[in-house]
């Protein structure tokens, strides 16, 4: 199993770091499944994006990140609002449209923002939350602190005109935003090797003069290696730093998607072979850093907070009618 034969690298890393990895991608994946099942029962609409497979990468970035650093992605975006601490009652509240949710219950699973924790979205149109990436980027610049911007896009969005654009201007002024492409191998239904001429997409920032480097998206060690990296490098000014996770998502592109483009085993072979919470608990079990018991508790424990937060979000009120006509416009002064 790849898992243990990664395991066997001792890499350096503690015995507290390695529980809060594994706490963290578990209570992801734990949220993800709730929220699968709730979209069956018919308690949430729309589109649902669900993020298992992927829990290193926003796990392992997250672990670089400091105070006053922004985060926005596209619409598989649920794992990313866990990872930075928005509180999942209120995540799950806003899934099922109830009004105890980030966005009131109007925004759904796509649209869910928490200025306090420094999240600027899910964003349901592909590529565009890289613009506004740079933007945040641009006002850290402006400011003269040394925050930085976790702009999150997929293989898919890299082949958007927007993308390019925002590279050229991000590296023209400098700015300190990390590009993280989330490669999860399928834009939508399409292979990237059918639609992505180049075998390395973090190689397309060389044009602009922007460094980059690919990343097993799997490995949440080396995920903050990559993201210890780039964020030095925002942070001393010296522009903005492309990451490529390769990653995998173990289900469709939405619920609706049944993923008929790929075997069922190929998706059993990397679950097997390269699952990241997997690699995680390995090196806490070999390592006698836990054991089993130790973290069917944690399970048992995260799979009560996960349940508190279906709970509260089916009791939470639908938003009243009137709040139609609120958080349309913005007061200026």
């Keep these: 199993m790849a898992a243990a034969k990664r395991a066997s690298k001792k890499p350096n890393v503690s015995k507290q770091e390695l529980l809060h ?4 991608m578990l209570s992801i994946r734990r949220f993800e499944e709730k929220a699968g099942q709730l979209y069956g029962m018919g308690l949430i609409g729309g589109f649902c994006h669900l993020y298992i497979g992927q829990e290193a990468v926003v796990v392992g970035l997250e672990a670089t990140a400091k105070e006053g ?7 598989r975006d649920h794992g990313h609002m866990l990872a930075c601490g928005m509180d999942p009652k209120g995540v799950m509240a806003e899934l099922t449209g109830r009004e105890g949710g980030y966005s009131k219950g109007k925004g759904g699973s796509m649209h869910m923002f928490s200025k306090e924790k420094e999240f600027y979205g899910g964003h349901g149109i592909v590529a565009a939350q890289v613009p506004i990436g740079a933007g945040l980027a641009l006002a850290n610049q402006y400011r003269g602190n040394d925050a930085v911007s976790f702009t999150y896009f997929g293989d898919g969005s890299a082949n958007q005109g927007q993308v390019y654009e925002t590279f050229n201007m991000a590296s023209l002024w400098k700015l300190p935003c990390i590009f993280v492409i989330e490669n999860n191998q399928y834009a939508m239904g399409t292979s ?6 180049t075998p390395a997409i973090y190689t397309r920032g060389e044009a602009f003069g922007i460094p980059g480097e690919a990343v097993d998206g799997m490995d949440v060690m080396a995920v903050k290696a990559a993201g210890e990296t780039a964020t030095a490098h925002c942070r001393a000014g010296k522009g903005p730093y492309i990451l ?12 609706s998607d049944p993923a008929k483009y790929r075997t069922r085993d190929e998706v059993q072979k990397i679950r097997k072979e390269r699952d990241p919470i997997d690699h995680v608990r390995d090196l806490l079990l070999t ?3 836990a054991s089993e018991d130790d973290l069917k508790a944690i399970d048992k424990e995260i799979k009560a907070i996960v349940n508190d937060a279906a709970a509260f979000a089916q009791e939470s009120p639908e938003p009243a009618l009137e709040e139609l006509w609120t958080d349309i416009y913005a007061e200026a002064n």
């Design 244 to 255: 490529e996770m390769n990653t995998y998502r173990y289900r469709g592109h939405s619920m």
């Design 69 to 75: 650093d922004q985060r926005l992605t596209s619409y």
């Design 21 to 24: 990895y594994y706490k963290e």
């Design 192 to 197: 990237m090797k059918r639609s992505t001429s």
């Design 287 to 289: 390592g006698k850093h």
